[in-house]
């Protein structure tokens, strides 16, 4: 099969007959490593139509210990982290699109950060309750051919977070995101990387394994070869491209959770946090003017 990154031909099986975790319905898949830049690619890829589904109902499918560190308040470090990143390129006056904004989390964290800057969030579901006022919502299914031109427009700042690994078409997802880019603007994407050391010694146990959820996975050098390639197919000028490792503040509670360490989980404030190399990469491409 061709690598869905770098478009490499050669991909070798590394995974057979997985399900995914909390739904074992959702399967099975198998799971390839490119011989090129090694991201992972699955075949078969789940339906669009099974994709939307799934996602509508997202809450139903996450594991009982992410649920609990959710209720506990425990990804607040996480959402923090991702939007402070998110908003060092943001200045007063300009626009920002999260794509796959979720319940808003981000969002609304970048809206207080970057309060003169104007707001908009794009995901599958209705208007999350929890959003501000100030942020514009439009509900796009990101799996359908046409959620581009629902939009419409560009941005001065586009970003998603944990979106990458989850769009059937990740050659395609670049592109397209690139394209909602306007002068001089910048497109930052955070996601799970596969080439990371977490990734190789947890297996199938690192958090980000999740097959069919997480359709792909790239690696630094997976996502920097898919921003070029999709740089060159769109011929709309240069962008300046950087990929990179971060390590992510998260909650010591949420690792506690992750851990299945409940008793410590219980017992730890959930504001305290630290950076945590769980592999995870961010690519950076900055428009030319």
Known sequence: MKCFYCGAEKCKPKYKKQCHKVDPTFGPFDLYACDSCGSLSTDPLPTAERLSEFYINYEKFRPDWYNAASGAGALA?????????AARPVRSG????????GHGEVSNLLSDLRPGSSGNAIDIGERPVALSDS???QSIDLNKDNWLGMIGRQFDHVFSVAVWEHVRTPQQFAR???SLVSSGGTLTMICPDYGSLASQVLGRSWPYFEPG????????KGARICLEKAVGNLGVGQFDIKVSRL??????????????????AAITPSNLSLPLPTGILIAEATRRR
């Open 135 to 137: 942020v514009t919502y």
């Open 94 to 101: 300009q626009t920002w699109l999260d794509v796959g904004a």
């Open 213 to 220: 959820e997480h359709i792909s996975i790239p690696t630094r």
């Open 176 to 178: 397209e995101s690139l």
């Open 77 to 85: 470090a996480q959402y923090r982290f991702y939007a402070s990143r």
């Open 247 to 264: 390590n992510v503040g998260y909650s010591i509670r949420y690792l506690f959770d992750v851990l299945r360490l409940k008793s410590l």
